[in-house]
């Protein structure tokens, strides 16, 4: 039976809204959508609600969270009953701890997995309480994203297999390399999986998300009352993947300023927690993934020389979608099956045209973004047909900065790829209005890679 509470999510991501109202309808009795902020007011003196799921970051104020502050405490003014869970893909805890302060009842970091969103949000409407009273079983796990196996018949693909059959044996440490979107986090998971380690852990940290200010205490743990909210002993993540296997996802990301301790613990095996003296061992092994070039970063003075030989012993790249692109019908029987079993959709097909078609595209966003359009394709088909057109519209009004190389007037023979980088994400969000999620999607970036490079440019 469905929790009695209505749930408000508001959000400018449509893909997002979509996918929050199908993963929390079976659980709640109503889950309200709303994208416009402006309309919340209205909204909550319509009728009552329990639960509001509020973005923190909207058009007008890209990363500093105060449109979500603000319509916080208009949400709380028009009921002061209700539970508001924040939401941002730009996870820092001085912001977290004051929308707490401002009567938030929890934080969430974007993207968020089905299960983390619907374990939160039954904590605040009582759920999980209700049915331990009543010893019911617990709601069942909702599907995120498919645990997908290595598809792929393509030579490139068969070579990667063949490396992550040889290199999972050993405790040798791996870089995986590779465009957004082609598979890393796959690739790390199926590591771990054939290695000696499998019974242990994968703990994986998103370091384009984990704030420079929240390194030391994310990674190596703290200690109770080491600083403001530490509230007890955190273990950190390398701690937590003893036994088992550590993905450092993003790893360029990391300031030069951090990755000498970064070396240090991964060379001596031993953190020291913020706030204490004494150090901790850990036993995991490493998996290191970025789709940025480290040797260029190694020349250009932004990247650890010594970091970069103790994380790369093995090498594996990922090939893009472009470069395999006899694995697509693959791909998209794969997830076309899942999505169908997931949304309780049945007898749709491609169309022969449109599978042509979607051989021919390039993918800009690979294997991630094929998935994303499988699942809208789904989610949004009518009467048994299959819409992509999506697709093209989205190549079409894309700017060409975020789709093309740099080139003509706009690319000046002097510049370099910050240079270049930030001119790009600079013309997108120009582009979109400041909206986040279109210009991270053009730019082929999650949100939380976007937010960090827009920090790194002060954008």
Known sequence: ?????????????????????????????????????????????????????????????????????????MALKCQPDLKVVMMTAYAELPLAVRAMQLGACDFIAKPWSNEQLLRTLQKHSGAQSSNTKQGAAPAPAVLSQPTVPMLGQSAAMQQVQRLIEKAAATEANILLLGESGTGKALAAEAIHQASPRRQGPLVTVDLGAVHSNLFESELFGHKKGAFTDAKSDYSGRLRQASGGTLLLDELGNVPLSLQAKLLTALQSRVVVPVGSSQ?????????????????????????????????????????????????????????????????????????????????????PGNVRQLAHAVERAVVLAEQGELDFSQLESTASSAPAAAVQSPAGEDFMLGSTLDYVEQKTIAQALQYYQGNISQAAKALGLTRAALYRRMEKYQL
């Open 1 to 73: 039976m469905n929790n009695a509470a209505t749930v408000l999510v508001l959000d400018d991501n449509t893909d997002l809204l979509t996918a929050a109202r199908l993963c929390l309808k079976p659980y709640f009795a109503k889950v309200l959508t709303l994208q416009d902020p402006s309309q919340l007011q209205s909204c909550l003196q319509q009728q009552p609600v329990q639960l509001l799921l509020l973005d923190m970051n909207f058009q007008r104020d890209v990363s500093s969270g105060e449109e979500g502050i603000y319509y916080l405490q």
């Open 279 to 363: 150090g901790q061992p850990f036993d995991a092994r490493l998996i290191a993934a970025t789709n940025e070039d480290l040797l260029a970063k190694v020349g250009r003075g932004e990247f650890r020389q010594d970091l970069l030989y103790r994380i790369n012993t093995v090498e594996i790249c990922l090939p893009p979608l472009r470069e395999r692109e006899g694995d697509i019908p693959l791909l998209l029987d794969w997830y076309l099956t899942f999505y169908s079993d997931k949304y309780q959709q049945s007898g749709l097909r491609i169309r022969p045209s449109d599978q042509r078609q979607l051989c021919r595209y390039r993918w």
